[in-house]
């Protein structure tokens, strides 16, 4: 670079909050993880009969997620769980945007228009999952099955886009040869993909031969495809720790940017602002 080369560093301090992003990470998936998994066993060892009831009235074994997670006390563990593990997620989904928007150099020039608008639309597709996460918990089956249902088909769609959006994404703003965490998290995201659709197609089969077959034990196998989703999708999202393991949520004081040239800090003169005085580094800042 060359002599006249500026950079601009803020000045973090007064830190009162300071967490690490691999503590939000395992919070944040373990509220729904373990809540879906008390919802589950309660249901099945207190409400078994009631849980496993459907329209049909064919065997059932396996209750779907709404089910136990609609009946009463279950479901305020799994709405306060989902609610508080939300707005997270949501900083989650901005933190990604710019953690691949740093990395559009990477990019052939002529294909950074299409890099950006992929962004945008896997944001969105992010935040509609997250969203529709949102409404198909306090909008229960029971209170209304057709809002429910069209909110959980939005989910899927998005969620399945995300998936797959996100994973292209991820290797094509790589370098040609990962490092081992990259390599790790590609593969989980790979992974995790290929099993939710898997478990999807399940899904879809498995509905039409419950719905309009009535076939024993049927909207079982529905059931256990929807935990399969529903397990596979936060191991998804819990890769996203391999990304911003090096990263912290704080809460601080940021001080206006300062310039540096060729690692000197450059400060401005309040009484002329045009013109910098420069201030050399002592010791060992690396700044």
């Given at each position: 670079?060359?002599s006249d080369?500026?950079?601009?560093?803020?000045?973090?301090?007064?830190t009162m909050?300071?967490?690490?992003?691999?503590?939000?990470?395992?919070v944040?998936?373990?509220l729904?993880?373990?809540s879906?998994?008390?919802c589950?066993?309660?249901g099945?060892?207190f409400r078994?009969?009631d849980?496993n009831?459907t329209v049909?009235?064919?065997?059932?074994?396996?209750?779907?997620?709404?089910?136990?997670?609609?009946?009463?006390p279950q479901?305020y563990v799994?709405?306060?769980c989902?609610?508080?593990?939300a707005?997270p997620?949501f900083a989650?989904?901005?933190m990604y945007?710019?953690?691949?928007?740093?990395r559009l150099?990477l990019?052939s020039?002529?294909?950074?228009s299409?890099?950006?608008?992929?962004?945008?639309?896997n944001?969105w597709?992010?935040?509609?999952?997250n969203?529709?996460l949102v409404?198909?918990?306090y909008?229960s089956n029971?209170?209304?099955y057709?809002i429910?249902e069209?909110?959980?088909?939005v989910?899927?769609v998005?969620?399945?886009?995300?998936?797959?959006?996100?994973?292209?994404?991820?290797?094509?703003?790589?370098?040609?040869t990962?490092?081992?965490?990259?390599?790790?998290s590609?593969?989980?995201?790979k992974w995790m993909?290929?099993a939710?659709?898997?478990a999807?197609?399940?899904?879809i089969?498995?509905f039409?031969r419950h719905r309009?077959?009535?076939?024993p034990?049927a909207f079982?196998y529905?059931s256990?495809?929807?935990y399969?989703?529903a397990?596979?999708?936060?191991?998804?999202?819990?890769?996203?720790?391999?990304?911003?393991?090096?990263?912290?949520?704080?809460?601080?004081?940021?001080s206006?940017?300062?310039?540096?040239k060729n690692?000197?800090a450059v400060t401005?003169?309040?009484g002329?602002?045009r013109?910098?005085v420069l201030?050399?580094?002592?010791g060992?800042?690396?700044?």
């Open positions: 670079m060359g080369t500026v950079a601009k560093k803020e000045s973090i301090h007064g909050l300071r967490i690490h992003f691999a503590r939000i990470a395992f944040t998936v373990s729904p993880a373990f879906l998994l008390f589950f066993l309660s099945i060892m078994f009969y849980v009831d049909c009235q064919v065997i059932n074994v396996i209750p779907s997620i709404s089910a136990v997670t609609g009946i009463l479901a799994w709405r306060i989902i609610g508080l593990h707005t997620r989650v989904g901005i945007y710019n953690y691949y928007m740093e150099h990019i020039s002529k294909h950074q299409l890099y950006r608008n992929l962004l945008r639309l944001f597709l992010y935040t509609i999952e969203s529709c409404g198909v918990t909008i029971k209170e209304n057709p429910h069209k909110i959980f088909v989910f899927m998005a969620s399945n886009c995300y998936m797959l959006l996100n994973t292209i994404i991820y290797r094509w703003s790589r370098e040609a990962m490092s081992s965490s990259e390599q790790l590609y593969k989980i995201k993909f290929i939710i659709i898997s999807t197609a399940g899904l089969f498995f039409i309009f077959f009535c076939t034990f079982s529905f256990a495809c929807e399969v989703i397990y596979t999708n936060m191991t998804y999202h819990l890769s996203g720790y391999l990304e911003f393991q090096d990263y912290y949520f704080i809460a601080a004081l940021v206006p940017a300062k310039e540096t690692g000197d401005v003169d309040e002329s602002p013109k910098p201030r050399r580094r002592t060992d800042n690396s700044l």
